[in-house]
């Protein structure tokens, strides 16, 4: 085993089994989409590319440098095309220990009609998990303009939705808890395409959504987006 595998062992193991979890859930097919940890100390580990996520092991996971410089990788390993997204939003939000990019099929529908209902408030939990869920307009995937397109909605969430392609959630924690935000996001697609379908969606009222600041301080919990924005759930949705 190689030294930095050993180092981060805990870590490997976590990036490895949540990836066989999102390939379980479905948010993920054949070889798409890609998750990654910052270590915090100058090492990312991140998922291989052209290997399905149910099929990743400890042993196929990359560890790279905040540059996306391969630091190691099991013969026949490279780390995902989309290196340059997670190397990027990493750089600018260096309050996220965690990404995970990934094509859940309801969440995946909202980012092909272009709708923003799911930047509005419309459930408490994601509200105070995630902050609005913001558009990222398309661009050509594995490229450098794709990471480019994430600059201006970077600070002001936790969750991007990629005009026709996915979603890109983060967290100030573990993989783990990036991909049970993930399943929350996912959850709130289905509830509002379900009122969609019953009568409409209703947004939780602005006043109301001021009040969340006392779940979250009660909580303990962080204002989605950039810490260093010192933002409040208000201004996330109404400014």
Known sequence: MHELQEKYSVQIQELADSSAKCGKLGFVASHGGNLSLNTGDGVILITPTKVTKEEIRFEDIVLIDPDGTVLYAAPGRKPTGETPMHTFIYKRRPDLRSLVHAHPPYLTGFSISGGE?????????????????????????????LANCFAEVLPRSNAWLMKNHGITIGSDQGVARTLGLLQMAEAMAISVLTAQMTGGVHEIPEHEVENLSRVLEGRGLPCPGDPRRKATLKSLYYS
């Open 117 to 145: 209902i799911l930047a509005r408030p419309i459930l408490p939990e994601p509200c105070i998990e995630l902050g609005p869920i913001l558009a990222v307009p398309y661009a050509e995937p594995v490229s450098e303009a």
